[in-house]
Structure formats: C-alpha cells, structure tokens
C-alpha cells in the first residue's frame, strides 16, 4: 500500500492542524493505521493508532486528550486532528499501515509494513 501524508506545517503554540494520510494500492479496511513522529535528534515515537474499523483507538502519552485520530474507509483516509499544539509536538509526522487487527506491537514502529514519506509540523513558541 503507497502513503501520502500532507497537512504539515507551521503554528503558534496553542493551535491546531489536521493531519491526513492518503492510501492506495491495498484493501484499506484491513489494515490497522497508525501515526508516528521523529524530531531532530530523537526517535520515532508513537503517536496514535486505530483500529480497521475505527472503533478502537491508542494514544501516546504525551498526546492523550490533545490528538484524535480518525479513519475514513470510503476514502481510503486517515486523519490526525491536533488541538493545543506545544512547541515539543515539532516533528516530522509519519503515517503508517499494519496489516491484521491485533494490537500486540502497536506502539513499535517495527510491526508497521508500509510507511508514508512524512510531513513536517513546527510549532512555534
């Protein structure tokens, strides 16, 4: 399956983005879908992830109660909605796919199969 990322890009703290992820190439719907972030110098953390169906989500902790993710199967989309936005939420985003609907993993960037080429959020303070 091809990812496609956009919806980065710059915002006072305090704000919001949305976030979204374009897929083709595969049966969506079966795949689990997850989001990730790097920022310079550190690694690849876990964002949030949902379920094939969209009713079962995970957040990171540092996310929790800001982040919502969110899927549209007709679309072939999946969305991260970002409200209060801190100056540490500055990262490359990436999008990714799991095939299956375990959750065992989930949070490890190396149970995902497909990767999008990530898009850059910065968060000014």
């Known amino acids: 399956v091809q990812l496609q990322a956009s919806g980065g890009g710059l915002v006072q703290a305090g704000g919001s983005l949305r976030l979204s992820c374009a897929a083709s190439?595969?049966?969506?719907?079966?795949?689990?879908m997850g989001w990730f972030r790097q920022a310079p110098g550190k690694e690849r953390e876990f964002v949030a992830a949902?379920?094939?169906?969209?009713?079962?989500?995970r957040y990171g902790d540092s996310v929790k109660g800001r982040f919502t993710i969110s899927r549209d199967n007709a679309k072939n989309t999946v969305s991260l909605q970002m409200i209060s936005l801190k100056p540490e939420d500055t990262a490359i985003y990436y999008c990714?796919?799991?095939?299956?609907?375990?959750?065992?993993?989930?949070?490890?960037?190396?149970?995902?199969?497909?990767w999008g080429q990530g898009t850059q959020v910065t968060v000014s303070s």
């Open positions: 990714a796919a799991r095939r299956g609907s375990s959750w065992y993993g989930t949070q490890s960037q190396g149970t995902y199969d497909y």
């Open positions: 190439g595969r049966t969506f719907s079966d795949y689990l």
């Open positions: 949902i379920n094939w169906s969209g009713t079962s989500r």
